[in-house]
């Protein structure tokens, strides 16, 4: 049996149901770093490797309690529709609804904060990211692997898309998500881990709850793509050609 020490964050994140909540438990990048070991992972955060392999270890034992598809085993078509569902509406919605909610926090304790401003700034320059990047996900990538899949389930040739290759905006996407894990590891640097601070109100707490569920929404989304979805479709590629 190959050590869990030398598996790959994001092999470990796709076998493990309960593994990304390890992870964000423990403060490792299992999306954008999904390539590395948990070895490595360890060495670099300064993480005793032995809490990581109990942790995995007890989510391996409560896997079953997962409603959650395997997604290695599901169409692609199903997966892009839960990304589409759970992880886009709801990344959408927050965009749409945390400004006015950071606005009301400055409003008040920014004087003594300086950081809320900070992280305002940094959440304006993820938003204009993602918004573009899931849009371009919506109308270009995900309709093309759809209908790749369909087409190798019909046995039939696959249209030659503008883009020449899947790979192709797999690569940009990917880019994309680590410019958009740059920008939650600095917020979250900003904010202290979101610590809390005593004086504050229900929309200071409220506020950095939502930023941090934030932050793990869209860690798991990005691992659900770069992990699971993207190696599939150029999986899937190869054998249609």
Not at 95 to 117: F, S, T, W
Not at 181 to 186: D, E, S, T
Not at 192 to 218: G, R
């Amino acid at each position: 049996m190959i050590s869990m020490a030398t598996r790959t964050l994001g092999e470990l994140a796709v076998e493990i149901s309960g593994a990304t909540r390890v992870f964000e438990h423990l403060g490792i990048d299992y999306c954008c770093g999904g390539t590395r070991s948990v070895a490595q992972a360890c060495a670099a955060g300064g993480i005793p490797l032995d809490n990581v392999k109990n942790s995995l270890e007890l989510a391996m034992v409560s896997e079953g309690q997962s409603a959650v598809p395997d997604f290695r085993t599901t169409t692609l078509t199903e997966l892009i529709s839960y990304i589409v569902e759970k992880h886009h509406r709801f990344t959408k919605s927050e965009i749409a609804r945390l400004p006015a909610l950071m606005d009301k926090v400055i409003g008040v304790h920014g004087r003594n904060h300086p950081e809320l401003c900070t992280i305002r700034s940094l959440f304006k320059s993820l938003s204009s990211e993602l918004e573009p990047h899931m849009m371009k996900e919506e109308r270009v990538l995900f309709p093309f692997i759809m209908q790749m899949e369909q087409t190798v389930n019909e046995k039939t040739v696959t249209a030659k898309p503008a883009f020449g290759t899947v790979r192709n905006p797999i690569q940009m996407m990917m880019l994309e998500h680590e410019g958009a894990g740059y920008l939650l590891k600095h917020m979250r640097m900003a904010s202290s881990d979101y610590a809390i601070p005593s004086e504050a109100c229900i929309s200071y707490q409220t506020l950095y709850q939502a930023l941090d569920a934030f932050e793990e929404d869209l860690h798991h989304h990005i691992h659900l793509e770069n992990n699971i979805l993207f190696p599939r479709a150029l999986e899937m590629e190869t054998e249609a050609s």
